[in-house]
């Protein structure tokens, strides 16, 4: 446990309307990511955090940005959703493993339903 | 690049049933591999890992060994039990990725009937 949490867990919204997602750390770790799971496409990354104010975006990123104005949390919003951004999000946070590799460390996932 | 290539599913056995979950993968540089599992309505956690070539991982009656003349990480029980039900994932990192980033798997889907 990396001590993450999600903010909400569950959310319902229509179409059209902005959406943030908080994801919050407790062990100051650098680096933080943002995925989507839908079925039949596994995770996919949406954006990633290397440190305060600097971000990157990952293989899906349109109609998505985010935001790490300190190390502990990172948002990911969706400046306008669409039913096809209905998905689980999932954040993560990798730490140093040995020989140079990095673990992965999940949240418990937000549930979010664009009507 | 990177990536990472697992047997399509979804598995399904009966309760003490032996398990097998195939993962290959290429990588530029020197892995570490891992098997994440998934719970229902969970995220994803680290089941267990291998660092070098040769090394075997285990956890939870769960094994895998990293063989590099195959490439490959497959994921195996002796015996399976109705609370292995879950997803399962493949993934790898190494020292070259960008910012701490693994490759991962499509998932294996694992039900275990009684």
């Known amino acids: 446990d990396a001590g993450i949490t999600q903010s909400p867990r569950h959310k319902v919204t229509e179409t059209g309307t902005p959406v943030t997602l908080r994801c919050h750390q407790t062990e100051n770790h650098r680096y933080m990511y943002w995925y989507r799971q839908d079925p039949g496409h596994g995770l996919r990354l949406i954006h990633y955090?290397?440190?305060?104010?600097?971000?990157d975006k990952g293989e899906v990123s349109d109609g998505y940005s985010v935001s790490r104005s300190k190390t502990e949390d990172f948002l990911l919003t969706l400046e306008s959703a669409t039913s096809s951004q209905t998905s689980v999000y999932f954040c993560?946070?990798?730490?140093?493993?040995?020989?140079?590799?990095?673990?992965?460390?999940f949240g418990p996932g937000t549930r979010l339903t664009v009507l | 690049g990177n990536s990472v290539t697992q047997m399509e599913g979804p598995v399904t056995l009966s309760e003490e049933a032996f398990l097998t979950i195939n993962c290959t993968y290429t990588?530029?540089?020197?892995?570490?591999l891992f098997w994440y599992v998934q719970y229902p309505g969970e995220g994803l956690q680290l089941l267990l890992k291998?660092?070098?070539?040769?090394d075997k991982g285990s956890n939870k009656g769960f094994e895998a060994t990293y063989r590099k003349e195959t490439t490959s990480f497959h994921l195996e029980k002796g015996s399976v039990q109705v609370s292995d039900s879950a997803v399962y994932f493949c993934a790898l990192s190494d020292q070259n990725t960008n910012a701490g980033k693994s490759t991962f798997g499509d998932g294996t889907t694992l039900t275990v009937k009684p």
């Open positions: 990588a530029t540089g020197y892995p570490s």
């Open positions: 955090s290397y440190g305060v104010k600097d971000t």
């Open positions: 993560a946070i990798s730490r140093p493993g040995t020989s140079g590799s990095y673990e992965q460390f």
């Open positions: 291998a660092t070098k070539a040769d």
